[in-house]
Nanobody, 118 residues
Framework: QVQLVESGGGSVQAGGSLRLSCAAS????????MAWFRQAPGKERERVAW????????NYADSVRGRFTISRDNAKNTLYLQMNSLNSEDTAMYFC???????????WGQGTQVTVSS
């Protein structure tokens, strides 16, 4: 049974930091690209960042580049998102996803809420 379980969300003041984690199970996560998406109420889902299977390529949305860092530990089947200098625009539900390429995402987690107060 494929599972992606996010954790690490919460409430933080503007300027603060959070680290999200996503634990993968039920598939060989080390062979998959993985990504973080987010969706705020009333807004479209946005791809925040993705990372290749061997961590040799990453990509970030313009809105988070320089503030967020995506990483993974294949030995632990875990994906991370370090988020620094958070602002109210970062408030959203954050989801992790896995796919065989950066063009399609097959597996999704349930999400973890991030709320940034100013």
């Amino acid at each position: 049974q494929v599972q992606l379980v996010e954790s690490g969300g919460g409430s933080v003041q503007a300027g603060g930091s959070l680290r999200l984690s996503c634990a993968a199970s039920g598939f060989i996560a080390s062979r998959y690209y993985m990504a973080w998406f987010r969706q705020a109420p009333g807004k479209e889902r946005e791809r925040v960042a993705w990372i290749s299977a061997l961590s040799d390529n990453t990509n970030y949305a313009d809105s988070v580049r320089g503030r967020f860092t995506i990483s993974r530990d294949n030995a632990k089947n875990t994906l991370y998102l370090q988020m620094n200098s958070l602002n109210s625009e970062d408030t959203a539900m954050y989801f992790c996803a896995a796919g065989r390429s950066a063009m399609g995402w097959e597996y999704w987690g349930q999400g973890t809420q991030v709320t940034v107060s100013s």
